[in-house]
């Protein structure tokens, strides 16, 4: 092991390596392994493996982080990886290539559930689904980076450095295609969307992340068409129109699924009234508004003006929807509540990645809606905010996953939440 003095807050591990017996997988996809009383997060490593890691950063007394650079037992559920970017030291964008699919929706699930024991004091079975279409080529949207040569790629993990690719088998063929076979001089990065009629969005960024022109390539165009703002999405059995750089879930299967089973959880009836928080362009409250009929009211609520105006546009056949350009955070919710004059019979929420918080939980909790379906793509801010949900007189009924993000360890949920 390394001597000397620790590195900023480290015990200077880092570069060092060692063996270690990997045990189960913690939130972020790392495993959890122990070496000399610490804990090590290991990076390409399975439950059950003995390895060799490397250390990568050694910046915290308590733990440090590793690759796996050796497999000296390995899980019989690791594969070969599918793409020949990834691995040690290679492309930071993938951390599962080398598991099994089945074995990644079994670890996603274990995932969920230790976080809802940890930090809601729950113990509650969960699934993770596979959604149509396979672990490969399921990336409809994606950000590369460029480096200096204006050669397009993926970022090491945690580093600066652009691995360069040729391609980047996650990402729908003709959206890979679009960004990874030609050169971006000059460009700090570029955004890559395919819409449900094949139309590829490229738009370039520069080194500070700000959009600086786009391109769309219609099917069969031989043209590029400049600038759109919008794109086809489907789902539920419709079309959506969707802000061109609005939000959209990444797989081509996931709002499919997630509108089948958040209108399962919430079992709308007529005249019921429903808010749908954070809504982007009207998803979810578009897919229920017909269930709440003429006598009922549906109100999306959601910040971004792009994504109101689609969502406006996504609703306009239904006179009982409305659509409340605004926060939702504690001051703004305890408004909207107040202008919605009745208390809603169903909350549909999905905030980004941080969560809702407590304070607005709390406040929708007070509602008393007689349903909250909850959906996130954190499995520790579903925790966290279902705790509050619990704390104020909710049970959580049920939990489904969702595999929208193969070879990666990010989960899709939608809870239900219930008095
Ligand atoms: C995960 S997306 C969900 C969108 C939509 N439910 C869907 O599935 O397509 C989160 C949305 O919340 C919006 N948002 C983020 N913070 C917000 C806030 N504090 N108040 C209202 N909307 C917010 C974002 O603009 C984004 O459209």
Redesign the pocket.
């Known amino acids: 092991m390394a001597e000397g003095r620790p590195k900023r807050g480290g015990l200077g591990w880092a570069g060092t390596e060692f063996e270690v017996t990997v045990g189960p997988v913690a939130h972020g996809g790392h495993c959890v392994a122990r070496h000399e009383g610490r804990v090590v997060f290991v990076r390409h490593s399975l439950p059950g493996e003995r390895v060799v890691v490397r250390v990568t950063e050694d910046r915290h007394p308590g733990f440090c982080r590793a690759d796996a650079v050796e497999v000296l037992e390995a899980s019989p559920a690791r594969v070969e990886r599918p793409c020949p970017y990834s691995g040690p030291g290679r492309c930071g964008g993938c951390d599962w290539q080398h598991v099994d699919p089945a074995e990644q929706r079994r670890l996603k699930a274990a995932v969920v559930r230790e976080q809802l024991a940890r930090l809601a004091g729950l113990d509650v079975e969960v699934a993770v689904e596979e959604l149509p279409g396979g672990p490969l080529r399921w990336r409809s949207r994606a950000r590369f980076a460029v480096d200096r040569s204006g050669a397009p790629g993926l970022r090491r993990h945690r580093s600066h450095d652009v691995v360069v690719l040729d391609d980047c088998p996650i990402t729908v063929e003709p959206a890979a295609a679009a960004v990874l076979q030609r050169r971006w001089p000059g460009a700090g990065a570029v955004d890559v969307s395919i819409d449900s009629t094949g139309a590829v969005t490229t738009a370039r960024l520069d080194r500070q992340g700000r959009p600086t022109s786009s391109r769309v390539v219609r099917p069969g165009g031989e043209l590029p068409e400049e600038p759109s703002g919008r794109a086809e999405r489907r789902a539920g059995g419709r079309d959506w129109e969707v802000e061109g750089t609005?939000?959209?879930?990444v797989h081509p299967a996931a709002?499919d699924a997630?509108v089948a089973a958040v209108a399962g959880f919430a079992d709308v009836r007529t005249g019921e009234t429903v808010l749908?928080?954070?809504?982007?362009?009207?998803?979810?409250g578009g897919a229920l508004a017909p269930a709440v009929g003429l006598e009922g009211r549906v109100v999306c609520?959601?910040?971004?003006p792009g994504?109101c105006a689609a969502a406006d546009t996504n609703l306009g056949g239904f006179s009982q929807a409305e659509v409340w350009q605004?926060?939702?955070?504690a001051e703004?919710l305890t408004g909207l509540l107040a202008e919605l004059g009745a208390a809603p019979d169903v909350v549909v929420l999905?905030?980004?990645r941080a969560g809702a918080g407590p304070a607005v939980s709390r406040l929708l909790a007070g509602t008393g809606a007689r349903a909250v379906v909850y959906?996130a793509?954190d499995p520790a801010a579903l925790a966290r905010d279902v705790a509050a949900f619990v704390e104020a007189g909710y049970r959580l009924a049920a939990v489904r996953g969702f595999d929208a993000f193969p070879m990666t360890a990010h989960v899709e949920c939608v809870a239900l939440l219930a008095r």
């Open positions: 609005g939000f959209w879930q709002a997630l749908d928080l954070y809504a982007g362009a009207g998803l979810f609520v959601e910040s971004d994504a605004g926060d939702v955070d703004g999905d905030p980004p959906v793509c």
